[in-house]
């Protein structure tokens, strides 16, 4: 019985790794809602929305989640006509990182128009179980079947840092969101869109960033298994 405890004990102890210290966790939270920005039809110049932020600790690193909301107008949107980016600098002016959310999504070799479908009120998040440059496949199996209103769920960005005029699905994805988590957080943060072919016109609704401190690991409880071998070897003795 003597044997069965002290193997409990050691067993329990192992569950104790690793602990993490939430201590100097801040989350930040920074966008615009109610907006009606209309993206351009087929002006490569797009828009941009900027917000300023200052005061805060660096904490990095962190995890970042982006939500945004583009809307049809007229006609309606075009999603494969989008290209997008998030952009952070510096408080000395120094653009220090960029991730790519839209780039045409759905080009590829034999299709250049990329999805048709309207609009996407959309999560993007570099832990998300799909590729939102190919949707279409990943919600339905097929690229040629349409979604219902709007594009809706949680995606990985499109991170194609790539001219927009000669993307696929198969292009290399060099850009990642949490990549932007590395720096210091103070400074401005720049969202881009811009619509890229003719027909089709959309406007932007809202956008908003999580920054999302990762949590560093605190000194646990951690026992060797030198320890739990010595524990075995001495219960048999005992027994």
């Known amino acids: 019985m003597k044997t069965k405890n002290l193997l409990w004990s050691a067993l329990m102890g192992l569950f104790l790794i690793p602990t993490f210290s939430m201590a100097a966790s801040l989350t930040i939270t920074l966008g615009e809602g109610g907006l009606s920005a209309i993206i351009p039809d087929n002006v490569a110049t797009g828009i941009s929305r900027s917000v300023s932020i200052s005061g805060y ?69 570099d832990q998300a179980a799909a590729d939102i440059h190919n949707y279409r496949l990943e919600l339905y199996g097929s690229n040629s079947t349409p ?65 999302l401190p990762i949590p560093e690991p605190s000194t646990g409880s951690i026992l060797v298994m030198s320890g739990l071998i010595w524990l075995a070897n001495r219960g048999r003795r005992r027994s």
Do not use: C
């Open 57 to 125: 600790s660096n904490q990095a690193p962190y995890t970042l989640s982006l939500n945004f909301a583009i809307e049809g107008t007229g006609f309606g949107a075009i999603n494969g006509d989008y290209y997008s980016y998030l952009q952070h600098t510096s408080v000395d002016g120094v653009i220090t990182q960029m991730a790519v959310l839209l780039n045409r999504v759905g080009v590829r070799a034999d299709s250049s128009y990329g999805y048709l479908d309207n609009g996407m009120v959309v999560t993007l998040q």
């Open 147 to 211: 979604v219902p209103g709007a594009l809706t769920g949680t995606w990985q960005p499109d991170g194609r840092n790539i001219d927009p005029y000669t993307v696929t699905d198969i292009s290399m994805r060099t850009t990642s969101l949490d990549a932007l988590g590395l720096m210091d957080p103070n400074g401005v943060w720049t969202i881009f869109f811009a619509d890229l072919q003719a027909g089709g016109t959309g406007k932007l609704t809202s956008w908003f960033l999580d920054l």
